[in-house]
């Protein structure tokens, strides 16, 4: 008879965790990855493999920022997108927030607010230009309300989805404790719907950036859209690829700071 050692009940040790030196090495990987690929873009561009007429090297391109730079056009293009953005952020929140409180709190308001706010979400916003000119002229309001509009839908179908997934049990207990309305909203709905609301808050900014790009020509003088449109009519693609740039390091550097806020409120939750 084999006498079994307990050595050999042993459960199998769970797989170790990645090296330390390897983890390392794969972030660096993906750090460096950007600046070869411009080194790439930079070489082909010194030896004619990439045209300058089609796409300027990566020096011509940082060369015409530090030349907006320098003369304050950036700064001010900058100050004028941003305050744009901002303004279709906070409309659009307001609209978009309060209706998915509404809807999502009322039996009453989704049947009668939801299907027309889905029906209108199914329209590109973007399609509603030539309707937006016609309607309120070529100004600043109808840049402003096209980021309300394309930010809205975003955070009304978020908040509206977060407040359906509140825990029917902690509202039983406040009702039972004989919570008010606001005390249930303020300490369950809120903090429980936060989490959600900001995903939708990131989704807003994507939309919101990349409707600016559109909504900026129509008709500007100012803001990063207009130029990029000043700098087509002269054929400066170097202006156009850096008002790109800027366009994607805002999207990134906003949605960024509201996935520290959704991670904060998600700690904050738990």
Known sequence: MT???PADLAVPSAPTAPRPRGQRRWVLIRLASPFVLLA?????????LIPQDVLPAPSLIAEAGVELLRTGQLADALAVSGVRVVEGLLLGGVVGISLGIAVGLSKWFEVTVDPPMQMIRALPHLGLIPLFIVWFGIGELPKVLLVA???SFPLYLNTFSAIRQVDPKLLETAQVLGFSFWQKLRTIIVPSAAPQVLVGLRQSLAIAWLTLIVAEQINADKGIGFLIMNARDFLRIDIIIFGLII?????IGTDALVRALENRAARYRG
Not at 247 to 251: P, T, W
Request: charged share 0%.
């Open 149 to 151: 509009l394309g930010v």
């Open 3 to 5: 006498v079994t050692s």
């Open 40 to 48: 790439l873009w930079q070489i082909g561009s010194a030896i004619g």
């Open 247 to 251: 366009y994607a390091l805002l999207g």
